[in-house]
């Protein structure tokens, strides 16, 4: 067997103008350091999503992605975003330590202007992720509940909630009436592209 090495470095630590490391060019350079080095192994910690206090171990997903790590150059090449969209956000003061609740806030609100572009100029990228990827349907509506629920777990949900098919839920009557009553326009748009339903 032959002997490799490699470095143990969470996308996180990565450099970056967002507040947080992500899988952007930082990452491609890093990746490039590593093979020019001799490196075999680059070992990254989880990229799932993270719980409400910020860490990866106590997700509510296997198989998604973490959003705070997806990098805004795609959707600036795209023109979903601008440039100055990401500058004006408010990462935190030191560049050398993570303000998970501001990359959170910041990150969405990106997110979400990227997301009503594209969904306005007829980009199909989130139909043809839900069909591609079955599971994925599913982990939005839930992720939708229980953002409507206040971030409460499942079991915590009222029963109807909790005893009813989740693909199902998106034709629930009652339940799109609730995403029709939230608070905010942003949090309703949200929940609503999550659950797949006009509001």
């Known amino acids: ?11 996180s630590a990565l450099p970056g103008p967002c507040g947080i490391g992500d899988l952007g060019k930082a990452a491609r350079d890093f990746i490039d350091f590593l093979a020019a080095a ?10 799932n999503p993270p719980d409400g206090a910020h860490s990866p171990y106590l997700s509510a997903s296997t198989f998604a992605g973490s959003t705070d790590l997806l ?3 795609p959707f600036l090449a795209r023109g979903a975003l601008t440039a100055g969209e990401v500058r004006a956000i408010d990462w935190g003061a030191d560049p050398m330590r993570v303000d998970y609740d501001r990359v959170y806030a910041g990150r969405t609100a990106l997110w979400d202007a990227a997301f009503a572009r594209e969904k306005a100029s007829g980009v199909p990228s989130l139909r043809a992720a839900l069909a591609a990827e079955p599971w994925l349907r599913d982990y939005c509506l839930y992720m939708a509940v229980k953002e409507e629920q206040g971030g409460a777990p499942w079991y915590a949900w009222p029963q109807p909630l909790r005893d009813r098919d989740p693909a199902a839920l998106a034709h629930d009557p009652m339940l799109v009436k609730r995403l029709r009553r939230l608070r ?4 309703r748009a949200r929940s609503a592209r999550r659950f797949g339903v006009d509001v």
Do not use: K, T
């Open 1 to 11: 067997m032959d002997r490799s090495s490699g470095i143990l470095l969470p996308v």
């Open 38 to 47: 001799g490196q075999r192994y680059w070992q990254i910690l989880p990229l």
């Open 71 to 73: 990098s805004p150059e």
């Open 184 to 187: 905010s326009s942003r949090q």
